[in-house]
C-alpha cells in the first residue's frame, strides 16, 4: 500500500542523494551505534559484524515521513523520495546479501535434523510398549541403507514395511527407500533416539538425543552409530563393532558393569554371552560440537 504513494519517477531525482544517504546509514552510522553496545553485553566481532549490517529499513520510516505531506510542510515530497529510496536500497542489498555475510563471518548453523512423520498407532496395555508407524520423508537418513545398517535401540523391532501396495517382511538385508511406511515395535523411552534415525538431514550432529543412556547391540558397527545419530567415534576401521572397540580398549575379558570413556561417550558393559557383548549402553557425556 505504502508503495502507491510513491511514483517511480521521481526516484531517478534523488538517486543520488539516496545513495549517498544509504551508503553513510549502512557503513558508518549504524556500525558506530550498534559495535560498542554490542561490545559491552559480550558479543564477539563477527556477531556484532552480522548485527551491523542487517539493519533493514522497513515501513516505519517511510510512514514517519509521511507526516510532512500530511501537514504541507516545505520539502515534503523530497523527503519522503529520498527515504523511500534509502529504504529500498537498504531491503535490496542487505537483505539479498544477509546468507552470504552470515557464511563469511561463520555464522551459519546446519539444518536441525526433520523427525520422520510418525503416527502412534496403539500402545500396548499390558506391556511397556507402543507400536508406531514412521514414514520416511523424500531425504531420510535412512534411505539406501540397509535395515540392519539402522543400529536401532535394543529391543526395538520392525514388525512390518509398506512400500505403496506392497508389503515387505522386514529383514536385516531389506533396503529402505524414501516414502517407506515402518511399522516399529518399540519402548517410550527409546522413542527420541528412533525418531533420530528416521529423522532427514544426514551428516548433522545431533543436539537434541535425550540425557540418557542408549542401549545397543554389541555388534553395531561405528559407521552406522554416527549415520543414524551423529555421534562420532574415532577408529581406524568404521566397520568396528561395539563388542570390538571395548574388547580392544580393555586390558582384561569385559564383564557387565565395566565403561570405557571415548570421545566424549561413555560405553557400558550391560550383557556379555560366551565371551561376547551383546548389549552396550551409550551415554553422551558432553554435546558433540561441530
Avoid at 510512514?63 to 535490496?92: H, W
Avoid at 496403539?122 to 534411505?143: K, Q
Wanted: hydrophobic share 50%.
Amino acid at each position: 500500500v505504502l508503495g502507491l504513494l510513491i511514483n517511480p519517477v521521481s526516484l531517478l531525482d534523488v538517486w543520488l542523494e539516496g545513495l549517498l544517504i544509504a551508503a553513510v546509514l549502512i557503513l558508518v552510522a549504524r556500525p558506530i551505534a550498534v559495535l560498542p553496545i554490542m561490545k559491552i553485553f559480550g558479543f564477539n566481532a563477527r556477531e556484532a559484524s552480522l548485527v551491523a549490517w542487517v539493519g533493514l529499513r522497513g515501513s516505519v520510516p517511510i510512514i514517519l515521513a509521511i507526516f510532512p505531506l500530511m501537514f504541507g510542510l516545505e520539502g515534503a515530497e523530497l523527503i519522503f523520495n529520498v527515504v523511500f529510496f534509502v529504504v529500498l536500497i537498504s531491503a535490496t542489498i542487505q537483505g539479498t546479501t544477509l546468507p552470504i555475510v552470515a557464511r563469511q563471518l561463520r555464522l551459519t548453523e546446519k539444518p536441525p535434523a526433520v523427525p520422520a512423520a510418525s503416527l502412534e498407532i496403539t500402545a500396548l496395555e499390558e506391556v511397556d510398549a507402543d507400536i508406531v508407524e514412521y514414514t520416511l520423508s523424500d531425504h531420510p537418513r535412512a534411505a539406501g541403507r540397509r535395515l540392519s545398517q539402522m543400529a536401532l535401540p535394543d529391543t526395538t523391532v520392525v514388525a512390518m514395511i509398506t512400500r505403496g501396495k506392497d508389503v515387505i517382511p522386514p529383514r536385516g538385508s531389506t533396503e529402505l527407500m524414501a516414502g517407506d511406511h515402518l511399522f516399529v515395535v518399540l519402548r517410550p523411552e527409546t522413542r527420541a533416539f528412533i525418531d533420530c534415525v528416521f529423522s532427514e538431514a544426514v551428516g548433522v550432529v545431533s543436539d537434541e538425543l535425550p540425557d540418557q543412556e542408549l542401549k545397543l547391540k554389541g555388534s553395531t558397527k561405528i559407521d552406522d552409530l554416527c549415520h543414524s545419530y551423529g555421534l562420532l567415534i574415532k577408529a581406524e576401521d568404521g566397520q568396528t563393532t561395539l563388542d570390538s572397540l571395548i574388547r580392544d580398549t580393555l586390558p582384561s575379558q569385559p564383564e557387565v558393569g565395566v565403561s570405557i570413556h571415548i570421545d566424549g561417550m561413555r560405553l557400558t558393559v550391560l550383557e556379555t554371552l560366551g565371551g561376547r557383548i551383546t548389549t552396550v549402553g551409550l551415554t553422551v557425556e558432553k554435546k558433540p560440537s561441530e
